[in-house]
């Protein structure tokens, strides 16, 4: 994949997570980044737009970041239901989007 | 609410064409860019194309540029993907989303998906 996530992460119900994407000035570094979780048989889910925004009704557990060619997905309180595969994504120069090869998240 | 459905997904031969379908609701349809994402099995999300609000540009993956067509028919709020040449590789679940723009561009809204299998 264009962008570089890690394959998995896990930790405790309660605990807090972080996901990184890494990619270039080709694409994370000159334009928004947004995240996703996706559950396997269901659609995707929008969980943070513009780096560090939340659409209505995703809690402020969900939290984004974006610096320089990287972008970071945070995660607090983690509770079973967050068990899911997330995936960072943007554009690059060509207006063509790009997605992280996703990373999924196991609550211990 | 806004609603995304896809069809047309089935078994496929390599070589051979399908078209899916994207019938949308909930939301001005010719007011929205639209996009086509797959995923492979035990892959993870590839971006497929997008098609401007007003039809004017679409933009395609290097994988499928030349070989599948995105287009819209906003008097039936509905989004395509006309498929062609299809390869083994192309077997995926096809999800639609729409775009969204405030800042940057992001897709607020999938389908559920529709899976295409191409097999001999």
């Known amino acids: 994949s264009v962008l570089t996530q890690p394959p998995s992460v896990s930790a405790a119900p309660g605990q807090k997570v972080t996901i990184s994407c890494s990619g270039s000035?080709?694409?994370?570094?000159?334009?928004?980044v947004s995240w996703y979780q996706h559950l396997p048989g269901t659609a995707p889910k929008l969980l943070i737009y513009?780096?560090?925004k939340r659409p209505s009704g995703i809690p402020d557990r969900f939290s984004g970041s974006k610096s320089g060619t990287s972008a970071t997905l945070g995660i607090t309180g983690l509770q079973t239901g967050d068990e899911a595969d997330y995936y960072c994504?943007?554009?690059?120069?060509?207006?063509?989007?790009?997605f992280g090869g996703g990373t999924k998240l196991t609550v211990l | 609410q806004v609603q995304l459905v896809e069809s047309g997904g089935g078994v496929v031969q390599p070589g051979r064409s399908l078209r899916l379908s994207c019938i949308a609701s909930g939301f001005t349809f010719s007011s929205a860019a639209m996009h086509w994402v797959r995923q492979a099995p035990g892959k993870g999300l590839e971006w497929v194309a997008v098609?401007?609000?007003?039809?004017?540009?679409?933009y395609y993956a290097d994988s499928v540029q030349g070989r599948f067509t995105i287009s819209r028919d906003d008097s039936k709020s509905t989004l395509y993907l006309q498929m062609n040449s299809l390869r083994v590789e192309d077997t995926a679940v096809y999800y639609c989303?729409?775009?969204?723009?405030?800042?940057?561009?992001?897709?607020?809204?999938w389908g559920q998906g529709t899976l295409v299998t191409v097999s001999s």
């Open positions: 513009d780096n560090n």
């Open positions: 994504g943007t554009w690059d120069s060509s207006l063509r989007g790009v």
């Open positions: 000035s080709s694409n994370i570094g000159n334009n928004y």
């Open positions: 098609i401007f609000y007003d039809g004017s540009n679409q």
């Open positions: 989303a729409r775009d969204r723009m405030t800042g940057g561009d992001y897709l607020d809204y």
